[in-house]
């Protein structure tokens, strides 16, 4: 029988292959430490599912609350992403319905060549929400920093949250660590590539919530308090 020569870059790198156990208690040890590793790994999901499950309504059936969040999802040409822009025709919607009297609308401007409020803005006053009744949050960087700023920065207590259905449990649940009362109302969209891509993506936002809500930093950006959504309430009687 002629001898197979394995070469030599081959075995260097099977000399750091590890073996499969060969005993039965070596390999219950080997199946508990995955299994753990996986209920580790999904924990943060499941927190924020119990977090947020009995919180989340529909357009209809949300309660009246005074201000709308709406989370920034991406620009495309200057102008909202398609996920972005069905946001904003939900926010919209509460608005015409009565459900909320401002919206907050809350992204990244990091750059000057970006700014999602303003494109959010244009969008939601192109739907037929007034102009006054929008406020700007400029620094909402990430999930977390939106919440914490809606409440320091714009004081906002009580609020509905409209994002779309895999990333709607995660804001609810942030936002009310961040001390907003807080409803949901999902966005649903068609399962296609993006929305697989965001539920993935979720599995690991969630691990970064879970240590947010814990340890609770403070935003990338806090500045001063600002008045915008309590002059827009006022202005709105």
């Given at each position: 029988?002629?001898?197979?020569?394995v070469?030599?870059?081959?075995?260097?790198?099977?000399?750091?292959?590890?073996?499969?156990?060969?005993?039965?208690?070596?390999r219950?040890?080997?199946?508990?430490?995955?299994?753990?590793g996986?209920?580790?790994?999904?924990a943060?999901?499941?927190?924020t599912?119990?977090?947020?499950?009995?919180?989340?309504?529909?357009?209809?059936d949300?309660?009246?609350?005074?201000?709308?969040?709406?989370f920034g999802?991406?620009?495309?040409?200057?102008?909202?992403?398609?996920y972005l822009?069905?946001?904003?025709?939900?926010?919209?919607?509460?608005?015409?319905?009565g459900?909320?009297?401002?919206?907050?609308?809350?992204?990244d401007?990091?750059?000057?060549?970006?700014d999602?409020?303003?494109?959010m803005r244009?969008?939601?006053?192109?739907?037929?929400v007034?102009?006054?009744r929008i406020?700007?949050?400029?620094?909402?960087f990430?999930?977390?920093d939106?919440?914490?700023?809606?409440?320091?920065?714009?004081?906002?207590?009580?609020?509905?949250?409209v994002?779309?259905?895999?990333h709607?449990?995660?804001?609810?649940?942030?936002?009310?660590a961040a001390?907003?009362?807080?409803?949901?109302?999902k966005v649903v969209?068609?399962?296609?590539?993006v929305?697989?891509?965001?539920?993935?993506?979720?599995?690991?936002?969630?691990s970064?919530?879970a240590?947010?809500?814990?340890?609770?930093?403070?935003?990338?950006?806090?500045?001063e308090?600002?008045?915008?959504?309590t002059e827009?309430?006022a202005?709105a009687?």
């Open positions: 029988m002629r001898r197979v020569r070469p030599a870059r081959v075995a260097a790198r099977l000399k750091w292959v590890r073996p499969l156990p060969r005993t039965t208690r070596a219950r040890r080997t199946v508990q430490a995955v299994m753990i996986a209920v580790l790994a999904l943060p999901a499941t927190w599912h119990a977090v947020a499950d009995s919180r989340l309504r529909t357009t209809a949300v309660p009246v609350q005074d201000v709308a969040v709406v999802a991406g620009l495309w040409n200057g102008r909202p992403t398609p822009a069905h946001r904003l025709d939900t926010a919209a919607e509460l608005y015409r319905a459900k909320v009297k401002v919206v907050l609308v809350t992204g401007n990091s750059r000057v060549e970006y999602e409020p303003d494109a244009a969008y939601l006053t192109g739907r037929g007034p102009d006054g406020v700007s949050d400029y620094a909402g990430d999930t977390w939106s919440c914490v700023r809606a409440k320091k920065i714009f004081g906002v207590d009580r609020a509905v949250l994002t779309q259905d895999f709607i449990k995660r804001a609810v649940a942030l936002c009310r001390g907003i009362e807080s409803y949901g109302v969209e068609p399962h296609d590539s929305f697989y891509y965001g539920g993935v993506r979720e599995l690991v936002a969630a970064k919530a240590l947010d809500a814990a340890l609770r930093p403070d935003p990338h950006f806090l500045g308090r600002e008045e915008g959504v827009a309430l202005s009687g």
